[in-house]
């Protein structure tokens, strides 16, 4: 007999998940109202660390076991330093060189676009901050100056990640 939609089957959270074809436990977990499958490792560091895990970041089991997923068995590390501890000593087909490479010079992008996004959140702050200081009250306000605060707002929202203004 099938549970009804909308209800919660009487089994609901009981599931110990299972072992994928990589040898990793998956489990469900409620992200966002919503039942998705996730590796078991990475949610365990996930409520340790009490953030979301980035992308790039991988979790490495110390003593080699994947079905550990105790949290003193588990490290957090960057994919390249990860994938370098894997690999070391073994030899890599070109095609698998020039792949790493590519990654590489990804994910050094994707670090220079965060600086830069640091960098001119702090900059939209800042005028933001210096458009309507107190100092700028005594001199009438100029049409281009308020009019700019608009985008600035936005995207100093945005980046925070807050809903739009």
């Given at each position: 007999m099938s549970t009804p939609k909308g209800t919660k089957p009487w089994n609901a959270g009981t599931s110990q998940g299972w072992i994928d074809s990589n040898g990793y436990r998956v489990i469900y977990v409620d992200e966002g109202g919503k039942r998705v499958q996730r590796k078991e490792h990475r949610v365990v560091m996930e409520r340790e660390l009490g953030r979301k895990l980035e992308p790039e970041e991988a979790v490495h089991h110390l003593n080699g076991d994947k079905s550990d997923n105790r949290p003193e068995n588990l490290l957090v590390v960057g994919h390249g330093a990860h994938t370098e501890h894997h690999h070391y000593g073994r030899a890599n087909t070109e095609a698998s060189k020039e792949s790493m490479a590519t990654i590489a010079r990804q994910r050094w992008?994707?670090?220079?676009?965060?600086?830069?996004?640091?960098?001119?959140?702090?900059?939209?702050?800042?005028?933001?901050?210096?458009?309507?200081?107190?100092?700028?009250?005594?001199?009438?306000?100029?049409?281009?100056?308020?009019?700019?605060?608009?985008?600035?707002?936005?995207?100093?929202?945005?980046?925070?990640?807050?809903p739009d203004a």
């Open positions: 992008e994707i670090e220079r676009l965060r600086s830069i996004n640091a960098d001119l959140l702090a900059a939209l702050e800042l005028a933001e901050r210096t458009l309507t200081s107190p100092g700028m009250a005594h001199t009438p306000p100029l049409p281009a100056e308020w009019e700019v605060l608009r985008p600035v707002r936005a995207a100093i929202a945005k980046a925070r990640g807050e």
